[in-house]
């Protein structure tokens, strides 16, 4: 009797085929190596490769594919999301990147799975990390724009101006177009006006006005 296997079980499969030579009839070149594939899993799962090897295009008639503005490691995790339908990226750089490989071959999916991760991770990094942290969130913003990842930007550029005391003070937040720097000063956290009024509060506090009625 045959029994309908679970899509993790064809997945768990297909991952035995990743970057192995065996039934390979693709390869593709990058940074000056090579990373076999089958033709089969790329047309099912990637459209813009179902375009490419299906019609009258080069890749079309070709064995050994070119890739350009990809790293290897990069291009190696694009591939085990499209064998397995799962990623886990190093960290937020590698996500990005990933993002970025994922625009270029329309798996919009993808995008969401890695801007979802993105904005995980900097959510959970405390105030202190974000201050000392080397990565620079403006150029992400950028990235994410030119990449039209419109939810990663919007969330980013909120991210900004609600940890405006920390960004603020790195030298990247002068990089900030115009129109984000308005953004961000009108969304900003802590505002001018809290500022104001907390700074009025602590002087009154510490004046001779302010007394303890039970002391």
């Given at each position: 009797?045959?029994?309908?296997?679970?899509?993790?079980?064809?997945?768990?499969?297909?991952?035995?085929?990743?970057?192995?030579?065996?039934?390979?009839?693709?390869?593709?070149?990058?940074?000056?190596?090579?990373?076999?594939?089958?033709?089969?899993?790329?047309?099912?799962?990637?459209?813009?490769?179902?375009?490419?090897?299906?019609?009258?295009?080069m890749e079309a008639k070709s064995v050994l594919i070119p890739v350009y503005g990809v790293s290897k490691e990069t291009f190696l995790s694009f591939l085990e999301y499209l064998y397995t339908d799962s990623?886990?990226?190093?960290?937020?750089?590698?996500?990005?990147?990933?993002?970025?490989?994922?625009?270029?071959?329309?798996?919009?999916?993808?995008?969401?799975?890695?801007?979802?991760?993105?904005?995980?991770?900097?959510?959970?990094?405390?105030?202190?990390?974000?201050?000392?942290?080397?990565?620079?969130?403006?150029?992400?913003?950028?990235?994410?724009?030119?990449?039209?990842?419109?939810?990663?930007?919007?969330?980013?550029?909120?991210?900004?101006?609600?940890?405006?005391?920390?960004?603020?003070?790195?030298?990247?937040?002068?990089?900030?177009?115009?129109?984000?720097?308005?953004?961000?000063?009108?969304?900003?956290?802590?505002?001018?006006?809290?500022?104001?009024?907390?700074?009025?509060?602590?002087?009154?506090?510490?004046?001779?006005?302010?007394?303890?009625?039970?002391?």
């Open positions: 009797i045959l029994t309908r296997k679970p899509l993790w079980f064809y997945n768990t499969s297909l991952k035995f085929f990743l970057n192995k030579p065996m039934l390979a009839d693709v390869v593709f070149e990058i940074q000056g190596t090579t990373v076999p594939a089958h033709r089969a899993i790329l047309v099912a799962r990637c459209e813009v490769m179902a375009a490419m090897f299906n019609g009258n295009y990623c886990c990226p190093a960290g937020i750089f590698q996500a990005m990147c990933l993002l970025i490989c994922a625009e270029m071959y329309q798996v919009s999916r993808l995008q969401h799975i890695c801007e979802l991760f993105i904005i995980t991770q900097l959510q959970s990094m405390p105030s202190r990390e974000l201050a000392s942290m080397n990565l620079d969130i403006v150029d992400l913003l950028k990235k994410a724009k030119f990449h039209h990842s419109d939810c990663l930007s919007t969330w980013l550029l909120h991210f900004i101006a609600t940890n405006y005391l920390i960004f603020s003070q790195k030298p990247e937040f002068q990089d900030l177009s115009v129109e984000e720097r308005s953004f961000v000063e009108k969304h900003r956290w802590p505002s001018n006006m809290y500022l104001k009024q907390l700074a009025e509060y602590r002087k009154y506090i510490h004046s001779r006005k302010c007394r303890c009625l039970v002391m």
